[in-house]
């Protein structure tokens, strides 16, 4: 009994009432909650780290796209000086991949972000707060990659071109010469059809040969990449894109064949820090027709043809009519190929596709909008002349 009622005492001692159990465990919770901050405390932290870091890099990319804007000569100290790094470390990086990563980039970027919103449908500033992020990232790679070249001294004054209005006489002249290049190549059986991969090589060769002539295009090239899934270039009449967020010449392998020599050195002229569109189609005319590739050099005649002809016929008709008259049928076919592809995907979204990028042009300061892809001609025609007068000093 003693015992019994010794060992009841003790236990009495030890029991705890309600009132301070619950106490007890108040207490507990509220020195969790100050060691460990709560789960909501940790997000607010973070979209706040993400709207400052969103933040900054606005801040960046505008303090650069005002430089290049209003200091004179900046744009050209960046193209020569600090993009020619970034192609050598970021360029160098994507280029192992042998499949676009931007093209891989952006199905994987759409897919995660549906999943997110979804599955965080009910934190929607959370969502928006990492889409700022993703947006002003975005916007950062497309200045330090890019967008300030548009401010860069243009091509033709490196390479002692004298662009200046041209008679008709002078445009047909051109025309003709080009059309008598483009029969000879089809008398030879000449044609633009290439293996993608020696294409690909073919393209960086061409470019690096240039270069040799101009220095300014010299440098490391990556591979120009084909899109694996060309529609989303088709469906927007585009034949090729410089990516600057991978920093890479991507290009339509769907298109027909005599495009694409062309576009990939078209858009491997991106990469030497060119970005305006009719200087990027005249590097690309003279990367082809010097290339050590027939089939290269017939794409780059024909397109060159294209280009001409398309300006002589706002000028002069009858001549236009004559010249496509002379042209020969096999280049013909090629070029109604290249007409019956592009018909298949116009409609809507190429209207849109065209008024975008003809904003993107007027945005980056190329005033005449996609009009400025026609100036490639004046370029051909001072080139033209050039040859002209070199020829006539070597007799």
Not at 1 to 11: D, F, L, P, V
Not at 183 to 195: I, K, L, P, T, W
Request: aromatic letters at 12%; proline letters at 4%; hydrophobic letters at 40%.
């Amino acid at each position: 009994m003693g015992e019994t009622i010794q060992q009841k005492s003790m236990n009495s001692g030890a029991e705890e009432n309600p009132a301070q159990r619950d106490a007890g465990v108040r207490a507990a919770e509220n020195e969790s909650a100050v060691i460990a901050p709560s789960g909501r405390g940790e997000r607010k932290k973070r979209e706040t780290r993400l709207l400052l870091a969103s933040g900054v890099l606005f801040a960046l990319s505008l303090l650069f796209q005002l430089l290049a804007r209003l200091v004179p000569g900046f744009g050209e100290w960046y193209a020569v000086t600090v993009y020619p790094v970034i192609v050598g470390t970021l360029g160098r990086i994507s280029g192992i991949f042998p499949f676009s990563v931007v093209e891989s980039a952006v199905y994987f970027l759409i897919a995660a972000a549906v999943w997110y919103t979804i599955t965080h449908i009910r934190r929607i500033k959370m969502v928006l707060v990492r889409a700022l992020f993703l947006l002003t990232g975005i916007f950062f790679l497309f200045t330090f990659n890019c967008g300030v070249n548009y401010y860069r001294k243009p091509f033709s004054s490196y390479s002692d071109l004298e662009v200046r209005k041209s008679s008709k006489d002078d445009l047909t002249e051109l025309c003709a010469a080009l059309t008598k290049t483009v029969n000879q190549y089809c008398e030879d059986g000449v044609g633009a059809a290439m293996d993608m991969k020696d294409a690909n090589r073919e393209g960086v060769a061409a470019m690096r040969r240039l270069g040799e002539q101009y220095p300014q295009l010299a440098g490391y090239y990556p591979r120009p990449k084909p899109l694996t899934w060309s529609y989303f270039f088709s469906v927007q009449q585009l034949c090729g894109q410089y990516s600057p967020f991978t920093v890479e010449a991507n290009y339509n392998r769907e298109m027909p064949d005599y495009n694409i020599p062309h576009t990939i050195c078209h858009e491997l002229s991106h990469l030497r820090g060119f970005m305006r569109e009719d200087e990027a189609n005249f590097i690309g005319y003279l990367a082809c027709i010097g290339s050590d590739s027939p089939s290269y050099r017939y794409s780059g005649y024909l397109t060159g043809w294209v280009y001409a002809t398309n300006a002589l016929a706002k000028t002069d008709m009858e001549s236009y009519l004559e010249l496509c008259g002379a042209l020969d049928e096999r280049a013909w076919v090629d070029l109604r190929g290249n007409n019956e592809f592009w018909a298949r995907y116009d409609g809507k979204a190429a209207e849109v596709s065209n008024q975008l990028n003809d904003t993107y042009l007027k945005i980056n300061s190329q005033v005449d909008g996609v009009k400025s892809y026609g100036r490639v001609v004046d370029l051909m025609l001072a080139y033209a002349r050039k040859q002209a007068d070199s020829l006539a000093g070597e007799q």
